[in-house]
């Protein structure tokens, strides 16, 4: 019996040792957080609560990368995320309206004849570090270079917004600015929507794609409450700094299984697993492309209501570059599903229609990494884009 209480002792002394050296770690990891790492470290290992207590709610304005580098979105009350409003990173600017490109007036100015491009990266052009290579700025760079110096074009483009995003961006965001013209070009992030099963969740407002935002501070785990175990974690690659703004846009469902299969098919192990039952083909021939209609079709009836003209834009993409989003049988099948579909609602609804796929020379040197575009690639899109427009438009 003593002998039994004896390793319980030894056994209780033990762990409160342990605790103790925990205890201590904690409290030296925070004190070197909030007294003696620099603000790059502050920002690279601190919780979202920590961040907030520092820099108040505007966090994500206030942040900057361990490079000095702002986040290039940040939150948004209905769009879920936007670009950061009067972000100047080298090269890349946004202006105080939240646009990619330069400062511009809402009201417009008298004569000028205002078009505003809606879409997701490819828009916005992220492939390309400088604003003024980005395809809405060269567009109209083209426009006034050709003679018509009253024209202006808004980059109203946003990485991961879909048909769902662009509809509400138009409505909330981009009718204020009263343009003449809207460019309506989407179809891969509408892609990215149908990948949802049972079909049961492929629902109208997307919610068996994307989770609620509940709360920009909640912490996923709970052991990274613990400012010592985060420390490390981010450290050793463990973990993300919860300043990432990945973990605050664009939150999975569980019944999202884009990302699972763009993982497996990079590794070379799609079908396995859950695919190995249900494909991805599966899911997209489960979840046909009626929302993508129904979201163009809503943003035809704004433009007419507001009497905006509008401008449907087929999807470019080659599948000379590796990569699933743009050469994987599925994403061929449903981008293509997304162009005949558009055809079809610009044909219905007497909608102007440049059928860029067909005629955009298939030239990987022109992309990036298959569907995003380089300089050239942004600059042959403009003028193709510019001379559809002048024709149309601006010579009508």
């Known amino acids: 019996m003593k002998r039994i209480e004896g390793i319980l002792a030894r056994l209780l002394v033990v762990a409160l040792t342990i605790l103790l050296l925990l205890l201590l770690a904690e409290a030296a990891a925070n004190y070197y957080l909030w007294n003696l790492a620099t603000v790059d470290e502050f920002n690279l290992l601190a919780s979202i609560n920590q961040i907030k207590d520092r820099y108040g709610d505007d966090f994500f304005t206030n942040y900057r990368s361990p490079e000095g580098v702002a986040h290039r979105f940040t939150p948004h009350h209905f769009l879920g995320h936007w670009p950061t409003p009067n972000l100047n990173n080298g090269p890349n600017r946004h202006n105080a309206l939240g646009f990619r490109g330069p400062d511009v007036s809402i009201e417009k100015a008298e004569d000028t004849y205002r078009i505003v491009a809606l879409g997701g990266s490819t828009t916005y052009s992220t492939a390309v570090d400088d604003y003024r290579l980005s395809y809405p700025y060269l567009l109209g760079e083209y426009l006034r270079e050709n003679g018509f110096e009253r024209t202006e074009v808004i980059n109203a483009g946003v990485n991961g917004y879909s048909s769902y995003h662009s509809?509400?961006?138009?409505?909330?965001?981009?009718?204020?600015?009263?343009?003449?013209?809207?460019?309506?070009?989407?179809?891969?992030?509408?892609?990215?929507?149908?990948?949802?099963?049972?079909?049961?969740?492929?629902?109208?407002?997307?919610?068996?794609?994307?989770?609620?935002?509940?709360?920009?501070?909640?912490?996923?785990?709970?052991?990274?409450?613990?400012?010592?175990?985060?420390?490390?974690?981010?450290?050793?690659?463990?973990?993300?700094?919860?300043?990432?703004?990945?973990?605050?846009?664009?939150?999975?469902?569980?019944?999202?299984?884009?990302?699972?299969?763009?993982?497996?098919?990079?590794?070379?192990?799609?079908?396995?697993?859950?695919?190995?039952?249900?494909?991805?083909?599966?899911?997209?021939?489960?979840?046909?492309?009626?929302?993508?209609?129904?979201?163009?079709?809503?943003?035809?009836?704004?433009?007419?209501?507001?009497?905006?003209?509008?401008?449907?834009?087929?999807?470019?993409?080659?599948?000379?570059?590796?990569?699933?989003?743009?050469?994987?049988?599925?994403?061929?099948?449903?981008?293509?599903?997304?162009?005949?579909?558009?055809?079809?609602?610009?044909?219905?609804?007497?909608?102007?229609?440049?059928?860029?796929?067909?005629?955009?020379?298939?030239?990987?040197?022109?992309?990036?990494?298959?569907?995003?575009?380089?300089?050239?690639?942004?600059?042959?899109?403009?003028?193709?884009?510019?001379?559809?427009?002048?024709?149309?438009?601006?010579?009508?």
């Open 167 to 396: 509809l509400i961006n138009l409505m909330f965001r981009v009718l204020p600015l009263q343009p003449d013209l809207v460019i309506i070009y989407q179809g891969l992030n509408d892609v990215d929507t149908r990948l949802v099963h049972p079909p049961e969740k492929y629902l109208g407002d997307n919610s068996g794609y994307i989770r609620p935002f509940i709360s920009p501070t909640i912490m996923p785990e709970i052991w990274e409450y613990s400012t010592a175990l985060r420390i490390l974690a981010i450290r050793w690659g463990l973990t993300s700094p919860h300043t990432e703004i990945s973990r605050h846009r664009h939150l999975p469902a569980v019944s999202n299984y884009r990302d699972r299969f763009l993982q497996q098919w990079t590794a070379g192990a799609y079908p396995s697993g859950f695919f190995a039952d249900v494909s991805a083909m599966q899911m997209l021939m489960n979840n046909p492309p009626i929302h993508f209609e129904r979201n163009l079709l809503n943003m035809i009836a704004v433009t007419d209501r507001h009497e905006i003209e509008r401008l449907l834009v087929t999807f470019v993409y080659t599948d000379k570059i590796r990569h699933p989003m743009n050469s994987s049988d599925e994403y061929i099948f449903a981008l293509d599903q997304h162009n005949d579909l558009t055809r079809r609602i610009a044909a219905a609804t007497d909608s102007p229609i440049f059928d860029m796929a067909a005629v955009f020379p298939d030239d990987p040197a022109l992309f990036s990494d298959g569907r995003h575009m380089t300089r050239e690639g942004n600059l042959a899109r403009a003028q193709l884009i510019g001379d559809f427009v002048i024709r149309n438009f601006l010579q009508s």
